[in-house]
């Protein structure tokens, strides 16, 4: 990763869950939230923060609160997704075959041209130089199949051209390649 100052960093679940447990990787995770300049999830990070550590963790709606309050006192922004994003997420999806929320992770990242924070193995590949590895990368990284990147086949679709125009046309941001 090139050192880029000042340094946007877009925060994923498995890198904000070492905010929050005694894990490895938390020093690098607090490092690297400390060091941005911004740092930023979309919006549905803390879903699945809230989810991960209930479910998965059996944490009390209590400690999960305090969690999130935790986090939050951080001044971490959270950002939606437009449909010009769902559409680099859909293109990122089939590029390097992650979930919909992982690559959501990414197009965030490449949308602000900033960094990304994460413990997935799978996101950091996808990622690239943007990518600050937290911890040993087990992450909550769902079971898939090797990574194999595709050629995307949206851009064959017929309407795709008209769909883009029409977003262009209505001041919606849409990130090229």
């Not at 999960?64 to 006192?73: N, Q, T, W």
């Amino acid at each position: 990763m090139a050192d880029r100052r000042p340094r946007t960093v877009v925060l994923d679940a498995s890198a904000g869950l070492k905010l929050v447990r005694v894990e490895e990787g938390r020093d690098t995770a607090v490092r690297t939230v400390a060091d941005a300049t911004r740092t930023c999830v979309p919006t549905f990070f803390w879903l699945e923060i809230a989810n991960v550590l209930a479910r998965r963790h059996g944490w009390s709606g209590a400690a999960v609160i305090e969690a999130v309050h935790g986090l939050d006192s951080l001044g971490i922004e959270t950002i939606e997704a437009d449909r010009a994003m769902i559409l680099a997420v859909i293109d990122l999806v089939e590029r390097h075959d992650l979930t919909a929320y992982d690559a959501a992770y990414l197009a965030l990242a490449l949308s602000l041209d900033a960094d990304i924070a994460t413990a997935d193995r799978r996101l950091a590949l996808a990622a690239g130089d943007r990518a600050i590895v937290i911890g040993s990368m087990g992450g909550i990284e769902e079971e898939r199949a090797g990574y194999r990147p595709r050629t995307p086949s949206w851009p064959s679709w017929a309407d795709a051209g008209a769909y883009l125009a029409e977003l262009r046309a209505t001041g919606v941001p849409v990130r090229r390649g």
